[in-house]
């Protein structure tokens, strides 16, 4: 069965570096997502990407955060400075586009997630 | 703003008996609700998705029904196993200006099944 891959798994960064997560969405999906949880807190949507741009932010994905699809099968989160309140797991998601009514009701499948520690 | 509450936030059942988990929601306007399974330290397993205009899905044992003018839906576990424990998550995908359809999560029940 087709899925999310997400790497790597957990990655350790000093405060201030520039980390790259990188996410491989199904294949022939076309809506793709990043989402974050801090320990023992909410699953909080990030960002949301489709036809090489994003189509929607939240509040939390400010200008020190990125993405970007290299290629035709990779998906990246980049945080550029990071600091001490970015540790958490991030999940990237996907989902296909289908027929009316949009990509708004889209089952979402999500990776396994990558635990990012900025100590 | 959406918010969303699930209810409770940990539930431990013997195994075989069947339970239902709350999830409720401020802004009836949605697209859909999906719950999920997450593993301690794993990723987000979808198990149902309902769209706005359905009343119930069902998967195997798990049935979940929604809501929309109450602003609820229950996820149904028939005859709980060990391997259901975990924690369940509620998402719904509503409107949230500008061209935003953000998915917004519970934070959560956890479910222990003892054997």
């Known amino acids: 069965e087709p899925e999310v891959t997400q790497t790597p798994s957990h990655q350790v960064t000093q405060m201030g570096q520039e980390v790259i997560l990188r996410c491989v969405p199904i294949s022939n999906h076309l809506y793709f997502y990043w989402y974050r949880q801090i320990l023992g807190q909410k699953v909080e949507f990030l960002v949301s990407f489709y036809n090489n741009e994003i189509s929607e932010k939240s509040e939390i994905f400010d200008d020190q955060f990125s993405v970007e699809r290299p290629d035709g099968s990779n998906f990246t989160l980049k945080i550029r400075s990071t600091k001490l309140e970015d540790s958490a797991m991030y999940f990237c998601?996907?989902?296909?586009?289908?027929?009316?009514?949009?990509?708004?009701?889209?089952?979402?499948?999500f990776g396994p997630g990558t635990r990012l520690t900025v100590l | 703003k959406q918010e969303v509450t699930q209810i409770p936030a940990a539930l431990s059942v013997p195994e075989g008996e069947n339970l239902v988990l709350n999830c409720s929601f401020t802004d009836s306007a949605i697209y859909n609700l999906q719950w999920f399974r997450q593993d301690p330290g794993k990723g987000l397993t979808s198990l149902l998705l309902i769209q706005s205009s359905q009343r119930e899905q069902t998967s195997g044992r798990l049935n979940a029904s929604l809501d929309k003018s109450s602003g609820r839906s229950t996820l149904y576990i028939a005859a709980s196993q060990p391997g259901d424990s975990a924690t369940y998550l509620c998402?719904?995908?509503?409107?949230?200006?500008?061209?935003?359809?953000?998915?917004?999560f519970g934070k959560g029940t956890k479910l222990s099944v003892i054997p």
């Open positions: 998402a719904v995908r509503a409107y949230s200006g500008a061209g935003s359809y953000q998915l917004t």
């Open positions: 998601a996907s989902s296909e586009a289908l027929g009316s009514g949009g990509w708004g009701y889209n089952e979402q499948f």
